[in-house]
């Protein structure tokens, strides 16, 4: 089922995640980063796509996403817009453009531009203000919490976050104040299944999980990782769906399909 009416292929709308949300349907979101895999994820019937910041990694060949800059962004988001139909698309405000509310509201309304229909924001702390402020100007918000990548260097390497009473609670903590702020989406990234389910629960709005556990709202993975074009080390939380479909377009179907099954993420893909 989709996340408007089942069979309509009518746009995706945030009212309409919201009331998959309140109805308990499972949500799919892959990323993408040009017109034609945006096609394909489309038919393929994926309820969002994010134009994320990974493209600093699977595309540029960098080592983390910091390197990424608006212009990136804005240019994939275009890309990816034109080769969209029904999903609802997000767009990464990248590493250093929210750092104050006015960088956050020019890069976000370039991307709004560019066709996104939300932008993502990484962390809690300082952000909350920038997420309010963006909200107040009609812009709507995709929170990003647990592994926040733009953090690594702070972070040491990708880890697994929320472990330990202490930081449990206070991830628990920022998805409240993240929803308080005007946040309609949160993304849980690399969080132990438990805490991701308590968060879930906590909050009313979707919350989409990649390595969060089966309870989340629904479900997010990078394009390539889901392809099996990952390059080193595969993380724990990926599945290669194109050994699991034959093809691209099976590759997504069968992603849409296990999600909305709940048959992914399985516990082999949790921590």
Same mark, same amino acid.
Do not use: N
């Given at each position: 089922?989709?996340a408007n009416a089942a069979g309509d292929?009518?746009?995706?709308?945030?009212?309409?995640?919201?009331?998959?949300?309140?109805?308990?349907?499972?949500?799919?979101?892959?990323?993408?980063?040009?017109?034609? #895999?945006?096609?394909?994820?489309?038919?393929?019937?994926?309820?969002?796509?994010?134009?994320?910041?990974? $493209?600093?990694?699977?595309?540029?060949?960098?080592?983390?996403?910091?390197?990424?800059?608006?212009?990136?962004?804005?240019?994939?988001?275009?890309?990816?817009?034109?080769? $969209?139909?029904?999903?609802?698309? $997000?767009?990464?405000?990248?590493?250093?453009?929210?750092?104050?509310?006015?960088?956050?509201?020019?890069?976000?309304?370039?991307?709004?531009?560019?066709?996104?229909?939300?932008?993502?924001?990484?962390?809690?702390?300082?952000?909350?203000?920038?997420?309010?402020?963006?909200?107040?100007?009609?812009?709507?918000?995709?929170?990003?919490?647990?592994?926040?990548?733009?953090?690594?260097?702070?972070?040491?390497?990708?880890?697994?976050?929320?472990?330990?009473?202490?930081?449990?609670?206070r991830l628990l903590d920022d998805a409240?104040?993240?929803?308080?702020?005007?946040?309609?989406?949160?993304?849980?990234?690399?969080?132990?299944?438990?805490?991701?389910?308590?968060?879930?629960?906590?909050?009313?709005?979707?919350?989409?999980?990649?390595?969060?556990?089966?309870?989340?709202t629904g479900q997010v993975l990078v394009?390539?990782?889901?392809?099996?074009?990952?390059?080193?080390?595969?993380?724990?939380?990926?599945?290669? #769906? $194109?050994?699991?479909?034959?093809?691209?377009?099976?590759?997504?179907?069968?992603?849409?399909?296990?999600?909305?099954?709940?048959?992914?993420?399985?516990?082999?893909?949790?921590?």
């Open positions: 089922m989709y292929t009518s746009p995706v709308t945030l009212p309409q995640l919201l009331q998959a949300r309140r109805e308990g349907r499972r949500l799919t979101m892959l990323t993408c980063y040009d017109a034609g #895999f945006a096609r394909a994820i489309d038919a393929a019937g994926v309820d969002m796509v994010l134009v994320g910041d990974s $493209l600093g990694m699977v595309v540029q060949g960098h080592d983390s996403t910091l390197p990424v800059t608006v212009d990136d962004i804005a240019y994939h988001t275009a890309c990816v817009a034109r080769g $969209l139909h029904r999903a609802f698309l $997000l767009a990464d405000l990248p590493f250093q453009a929210d750092a104050s509310t006015s960088s956050a509201l020019e890069a976000s309304t370039r991307l709004l531009r560019a066709g996104a229909a939300m932008v993502k924001i990484e962390g809690a702390g300082f952000k909350l203000d920038v997420i309010r402020h963006l909200v107040e100007r009609e812009i709507p918000v995709c929170a990003h919490l647990g592994l926040t990548p733009q953090s690594v260097l702070r972070l040491g390497g990708y880890r697994v976050q929320g472990r330990g009473d202490e930081a449990a609670q409240r104040a993240v929803e308080a702020a005007g946040a309609s989406v949160l993304v849980l990234e690399c969080v132990p299944w438990a805490l991701a389910q308590r968060i879930t629960e906590a909050v009313s709005i979707p919350t989409i999980g990649i390595g969060a556990g089966a309870a989340c394009l390539h990782d889901m392809l099996g074009l990952r390059h080193g080390r595969q993380p724990r939380f990926v599945k290669d #769906f $194109l050994a699991a479909g034959g093809s691209v377009s099976g590759a997504f179907e069968a992603y849409v399909r296990e999600v909305r099954e709940g048959t992914f993420p399985a516990p082999e893909h949790g921590y």
